[in-house]
């Protein structure tokens, strides 16, 4: 079935620093793929999304291209701040299968200043 | 856009109990579902929920267990029955925007323990 494999965290950087966080997805025909954040003690929060081959999601300063040959969504940001620090989530919608997300296992990244 | 909201934002429940969540959107729409984020996990979906008609769960949940409402098209409730800890978990609504991108909105979650 399909599925989201991320990278494992946490992910601890210093402020200013560049961030990848890496996704690779399985999925039948055409998914859409998704960014979320969650912040401490509050919900998810769609970060960007990109919905066909070559799109390039972006949102506040964040970054994430869909590469269909590499099956792949990696973020990423050129200076992360301390108001980052979050767990970020990779997630698809594949029309095939239904409309349910199917989602990463998230990944924690700590920036400190 | 919609705002989502959810009550209670957090609960402390006695093993055996239930425990209703409530899904509020502040604008009409007509798929909404119920997921769980059991403690350091991703989310998992337990069911879809459409106005007027039953619940489609998830492997692995069962309305008995997880009994849900959508009474009209701005409002669900998701109920958690006879309570164990392995409930402990939050517990997030979202709606869908669209029907051709599955874009999904998250409400802030339910923090759900069971002592």
Known sequence: ?113 | SAVISQKPSRDICQRGTSLTIQCQVDSQVTMMFWYRQQPGQSLTLIATANQGSEATYESGFVIDKFPISRPNLTFSTLTVSNMSPEDSSIYLCSFLRGTVYNEQFFGPGTRLTVL
């Open chain 1, 1 to 113: 079935g399909d599925s989201v494999t991320q990278m494992e965290g946490p992910v601890t950087l210093s402020e200013e620093a560049f961030l990848t966080i890496n996704c690779t997805y399985t999925a039948t025909g055409y998914p859409s793929l998704f960014w979320y954040v969650q912040y401490p003690g509050e919900g998810l929060q769609l970060l960007l999304k990109a919905t066909k081959a070559d799109d390039k999601g972006s949102n506040k300063g964040f970054e994430a291209t869909y590469r269909k040959e590499t099956t792949s969504f990696h973020l990423e940001k050129g200076s992360v701040q301390v108001s980052d620090s979050a767990v970020y989530f990779c997630a698809l919608s594949n029309a095939q299968a239904g409309t349910a997300l199917i989602f990463g296992k998230g990944t924690t990244l700590s920036v400190s200043s």
